[in-house]
């Protein structure tokens, strides 16, 4: 499954054979994301995003998450996924992040624009959240890109290098989109 956003930049399900690019680059950026991120304390080899390309494309293929690489000229830089998709109360849970030399360019707010027009087009969703420790600047400013609404901050949310952290969340309804 690709989803092409311009002529250099595409969305796409992550495949087997990006396991070993797809390592490099967590493990590339893994000091710049740690202080965002707690998975990457259980990614330590290719073996373990291997693993979890399976498990990605079985949660795809059931519709309860998805996990898209952002490939800019076919270079792996990034993802955009849904965490949690809740068909019940069609609504879904978005997290991303990217490449830190790729930042400040608009990849990643034209990718969550994408992304989420997938998600409310293709699997009816009606309710998209984004959570973001406050501290994240770069990353909060994307939902406020968009016309997420900002609707309150989740205090002490995550706990994360063993200290907790607040939670941002804005939301973005298919109403909303006009």
Known sequence: MKISITQDLDLRLWQ?????????????????????????DSVKS????????????ESFENK?????????KNQS???????????????????????????GKG?????????????FEELDVNRIEIRVIPENIKS???????????EGTLRQDKFLNGKFFDNKIYSLLRSDKG
């Open 16 to 40: 087997q054979e990006d396991a070993e690019t797809y390592f490099n680059l967590i493990d590339k950026n893994r000091e710049y994301l740690k202080k965002w991120f707690s998975w990457l």
């Open 46 to 57: 290719v073996e373990d995003i291997k693993k979890y390309i399976k498990e990605s494309t």
């Open 64 to 72: 309860t998450s998805i996990d898209f690489g952002i490939f800019y």
């Open 77 to 103: 830089i990034g993802s955009v996924s849904a965490n949690r998709i809740d068909k019940f109360h069609k609504k879904a849970d978005v997290g991303y992040w990217l490449d830190e030399e790729h930042t």
């Open 107 to 119: 990849i990643m707010t034209s990718s969550v624009k994408v992304f989420t027009d997938y998600l």
């Open 140 to 150: 909060w400013a994307i939902p406020e890109r968009l016309g997420f609404t900002y």
